[in-house]
């Protein structure tokens, strides 16, 4: 296995700062985290699948109205935040 330059650096440094015992144990989290991450990727597309199946196509209008739905929840989750804080 090879790795690029940048990535084993980094790798190294994760060792030398004790975030990681090994180069491999790096690796080994890593290769992990990335496969835990496309299981999930294929539960969502299949939710997604399922859903559209159902209710049709999810339109690019309804996706950008979720965005914006999604970003004013966040702001007023930040608002409350900061006024908490």
């Known amino acids: 296995m090879t790795l690029d330059d940048k990535l084993l650096a980094a790798a ?6 004790g975030s990681t015992e090994s180069v491999s ?7 992990s985290a990335r496969l835990l991450r496309d ?11 399922e859903h559209e199946l159902e209710y049709g196509i999810i339109s690019d209008e309804e996706l950008a ?6 970003r004013d929840a966040a702001a007023s989750v930040r608002s409350q935040q900061r006024r908490a804080g």
Do not use: C, P, T
């Open 65 to 70: 109205e979720q965005a914006q739905a999604d």
């Open 25 to 31: 144990a790096f690796v080994n989290e890593a290769v």
């Open 39 to 49: 299981q999930q990727v294929a539960a969502l597309a299949s939710l997604i699948e």
């Open 12 to 17: 190294q440094s994760a060792v030398s700062s």
